[in-house]
């Protein structure tokens, strides 16, 4: 199997699709093997730029990243897109296909999208998103897209992924701020106010702007007030000027030293991460094994106190951990 991924990644590298995909296949669903694909493909990332574009199911997300793909490849970018759907209950797999709204560039050589599921992550990414954007990163993709899957108010984990948040809203969402303000009203980088062609969109705007108004000495010590943008993505109004936010936004975080710092936050939370996951396998095996039924058995009965058990649980992982 060794020479077998040795090849695969070789062809990735080159720019080879299916061995792109193969090796996002395998990072989704094969641990060992996504330990051993990013060990190997590290060294060769940390080129490509990452945008997250988030927001309330409905808001046009795909189809205003369709149109950002095409302003993005006529200046020359290589561009990757990983779309995160919900999972399906029969297969597992991504249950939209976002990339069906973007098919016109499935055959531009320059492009590559993949449509991932969630298969039960909380924050709107799959839990794979951050090694496959590694994949793309390392075969040649400078600019990479993530769509979350668009939950409402717990996506705030792009954050933990994309250099620059693009929060799409919509008008018509009811208590507009209020329906995206959990967190991510905090984590944008730039608001586009999609579908701006429909009644309200004056609303949503004053809307995002009081909201802004609210954090603007935390803006000013940034140095960076997120830009509002109106968008209508099916007629093309408005998309080139959130092209144009991006870019300016990727540019004060190079020329600020920002980039770095959230790339440092962002390895930050995902070494955490693995080794919340690891400790927590470890935890199960360990509850599922004989010795842990007599602990539970007594805390069952009252003659054991569930934190006392816990305990004894941390204690006997310690050693499993430091062997």
């Known amino acids: 199997m060794t020479e077998e991924l040795d090849d695969l990644i070789e062809l990735a590298l080159k720019g080879d699709k299916k061995a792109i995909a193969r090796l ?30 988030t927001g309330p199911p409905g808001s046009g997300k795909s189809t205003l990243l369709d149109k950002l793909i095409k302003l993005a490849r006529d200046e020359g970018h290589r561009v990757g897109v990983i779309a995160v759907d919900p999972t ?24 590559f999208i993949r ?8 924050g709107g990414l799959a839990k794979a998103t951050n090694d496959a954007i590694k994949v793309l990163d390392a075969a040649g993709y400078d600019l990479i897209f993530v769509e979350t899957v668009g939950v409402g108010q717990i996506e705030v984990d792009i954050v933990k992924t994309a250099d620059t948040v693009v929060l799409v809203t919509v008008p018509g969402l009811g208590d507009g701020v209020q329906a995206i303000k959990a967190g991510l009203m905090e984590v944008a980088d730039v608001f586009a106010i999609n579908k701006a062609d429909r009644e309200g969109v004056e609303i949503v705007y004053l809307e995002l702007k009081m909201a802004l108004e609210f954090e603007m000495d935390r803006w000013k010590e940034l140095g960076w007030e997120p830009p509002i943008v109106e968008t209508t993505a099916f007629t093309l109004n408005g998309v080139r000027p959130l092209w144009e936010a991006i870019k300016r936004h990727r540019e004060y975080m190079e020329s600020s030293g920002r980039l770095r710092e959230r790339r440092a936050f962002r390895a930050r939370e995902e070494v ?15 509850l599922a094994g004989g010795e842990a039924k007599e602990l539970i058995d007594g805390v069952v009965e009252g003659k054991l106190d569930s934190y006392s058990a816990s305990q004894i649980v941390m204690e006997k992982l310690k050693e499993d951990l430091w062997r």
């Open 24 to 53: 996002i296949t395998l990072v989704e669903n094969d641990e060992e093997k996504a330990k051993e694909i990013v060990k190997r493909i590290s060294p060769l990332t940390g080129k490509a730029y990452v945008v997250g574009i």
């Open 88 to 111: 399906s209950p029969f297969t597992g797999g991504a249950l939209l296909g976002d990339r069906l709204r973007m098919q016109r560039h499935s055959t531009d050589e320059g492009v």
């Open 115 to 122: 449509s991932m599921a969630t298969r039960g992550a909380l």
């Open 272 to 286: 955490k991460t693995i080794i919340t996951s690891s400790i927590a396998r470890k935890v199960e095996e360990r």
